[in-house]
């Protein structure tokens, strides 16, 4: 998607290993999240951030962290991935001042612990 | 808390209306939203409707709010097999939070 982007786009890796995916926006949107998709699940909310070095967690956020040090970067880490995170992975921006333009969602990454 | 529920399947023939429901909880929602998904892609936002609207019709969607029922839906007219994807409702956060309430998505099957 314009403005966002997300890599890697395919990860495969072994349990117990860190992983780091990262999120990269030119919009200069003030808001960033993290979500994963699953089967039967939908979107569920991991962390997001309002702000440089403001960041809150989600409703699955066990086993994540987040880092945002500069407004257009979100990294998102698996501290010791396990076969439990094996999904897709959303990151989506918005900005409060543009409700009315929803949230623009990034290509994902696809992520297999092995 | 906020919940959006969907019906997960909807099958269609190619040219009929489609039409994909949405209830939700949060009656203070300033923005309802619909996303497509598309196989391998992230979310697409498709339109979005303002809390103080009934209707609002873009080309061959139109989506109805009935804020009283908290319900929403989106009408596709003249669906085609390009329409066959996965929809997601979702509403705006409220109360001066900007976290986002997304529905598990309903799945449109388009049959030619």
């Known amino acids: 998607d314009a403005g966002i982007t997300q890599s890697p786009r395919h990860k495969v890796t072994e349990t117990g290993t860190p992983v780091t995916l990262r999120c990269h926006q030119t919009?200069?949107?003030?808001?960033m999240y993290w979500y994963r998709q699953d089967p039967g699940h939908g979107l569920r909310l991991i962390h997001y951030?309002?702000?440089?070095?403001?960041?809150d967690k989600g409703e699955v956020s066990d086993g994540y962290s987040v880092s945002r040090s500069k407004t257009e970067d979100f990294l998102l880490t698996l501290e010791s991935a396990t076969s439990s995170q094996t999904s897709v992975y959303f990151c989506?921006?918005?900005?409060?001042?543009?409700?009315?333009?929803?949230?623009?969602f990034g290509s994902g990454t696809r992520l297999t612990v092995v | 808390g906020e919940d959006v529920e969907q019906s997960l399947f909807l099958s269609v023939r190619e040219g009929d209306s489609s039409v994909i429901n949405c209830t939700y909880t949060?009656?203070?929602?300033?923005?309802l939203y619909w996303y497509k998904q598309e196989p391998g892609a992230g979310l697409q936002l498709l339109t979005y409707i303002f809390s103080n609207m009934d209707m609002k019709q873009d080309q061959r969607l139109t989506v109805l709010l009935n804020k009283k029922d908290k319900h929403l839906s989106l009408r596709i007219a003249d669906t085609q097999t390009g329409d066959s994807a996965i929809y997601f409702c979702?509403?705006?956060?409220?109360?001066?939070?900007?976290?986002?309430?997304f529905g598990r998505g309903t799945s449109l099957i388009v049959h030619p």
């Open positions: 949060d009656s203070s929602s300033t923005y």
């Open positions: 989506a921006i918005s900005e409060p001042r543009r409700f009315n333009y929803g949230y623009t």
């Open positions: 951030s309002y702000g440089v070095k403001d960041t």
């Open positions: 919009e200069n949107h003030r808001y």
């Open positions: 979702a509403e705006s956060g409220t109360g001066g939070s900007y976290i986002p309430t």
